[in-house]
């Protein structure tokens, strides 16, 4: 009874992989005849298998006519689906068959301060372990799709609200406000949250989902400050740059910070206030189950040991 519900689920799952490679070829070969010849099917069993998959999926994929075939939305997002499943099931199965190192190119998106700090330092060790691995690395603040991107893995920051990924958590870090020494001697020192108001605060040019600073007050009144007066930057590398230049006050992460911290180039401003809160960074992936890439599964390992150690 166990080994026929077993085997049961493996035919399962084997159908549904077919059903996916079917309906790639279709939308590749843009009709239902040139992937049967791709396919060596018959047009009519090529036909009845995306049938059943719209069946079972409950929204049409594909509509058809005499003349030409038209994908629908709910198609295209499950075409990009398909193709990143069977890429990354053909890649297991060629790895796990050669027993070979992880090899071939890896997409990482990261935030720019991430990137800047950890990331691009950290790249030499890594290739001299994966030399057969090239890192495709765009940085950037925006938030991007990951399927859409055709991103292996990203850096990210905050709560996450897309429901299929799957983190793993690499580090927290202390909030800090700071400003150069030469803002303060032009401006003067804020004593307490309040004075704020009258002091250019930096703020990102792109929603945050807490977008305001939160300071330590009564209990029964927490103080939160929302950046206004000064300049709007794009990302948190450009932000600390323009804090050193003396262009206004900024709250980023403390390791973000440090250096410039003790070398005497920003100065730490109302930590009496300071409420401790952290920002935490994650590596996320598409979850699809036990097909992680060698090379995905490589990278996000090597993050995990190494921006730990560090």
């Known amino acids: 009874m166990i080994y026929d519900l077993v085997s049961l689920m493996s035919r399962n799952e084997t159908n549904r992989l077919r059903e996916i490679e079917v309906f790639v070829q279709v939308v590749e070969a843009q009709g239902f005849s040139a992937a049967a010849r791709r396919l060596r099917m018959t047009p009519s069993a090529v036909s009845k298998l995306i049938s059943r998959l719209e069946e079972r999926l409950g929204v049409p994929l594909i509509r058809r006519s005499t003349r030409r075939l038209r994908v629908t939305a709910e198609g295209a997002s499950f075409y990009e689906s398909g193709t990143r499943i ?22 990482v998106n990261s935030n720019v301060p991430f990137g800047h700090h950890w990331l691009i330092p950290l790249l030499p060790k890594f290739q001299a372990l994966y030399p057969e691995l090239t890192v495709d690395l765009v940085l950037t603040d925006h938030v991007v799709d990951l399927i859409e991107e055709r991103a292996d893995l990203a850096i990210r920051t905050g709560p996450l609200k897309t429901p299929n990924l799957i983190a793993r958590k690499l580090i927290k870090s202390r909030m800090t406000v700071v400003a150069a020494p030469s803002y303060i001697q032009t401006y003067g020192t804020p004593r307490s949250p309040a004075e704020l108001e009258r002091h250019k605060l930096l703020g990102f040019c792109f929603s945050r989902i807490n977008a305001g600073w939160p300071f330590l007050g009564k209990p029964e009144q927490p103080i939160v400050v929302h950046p206004s007066g000064g300049s709007l930057i794009s990302d948190g590398e450009s932000m600390r740059l323009a804090a050193l230049a003396g262009a206004g006050i900024a709250r980023l992460s403390d390791w973000h910070l440090r250096a410039d911290i003790e070398a005497g180039r920003l100065i730490p401003l109302l930590e009496e206030y300071n409420p401790g809160d952290d920002e935490i960074f994650y590596a996320v992936y598409v979850g699809q189950g036990r097909y992680l890439p060698a090379r995905v599964r490589a990278f996000l390992d090597f993050l995990v040991a190494n921006v730990k150690e560090n």
């Open 86 to 107: 069977l890429s990354e099931v053909a890649a297991a199965e060629r790895e796990v068959a050669a027993g070979a190192a992880p090899r071939g190119r890896l997409r």
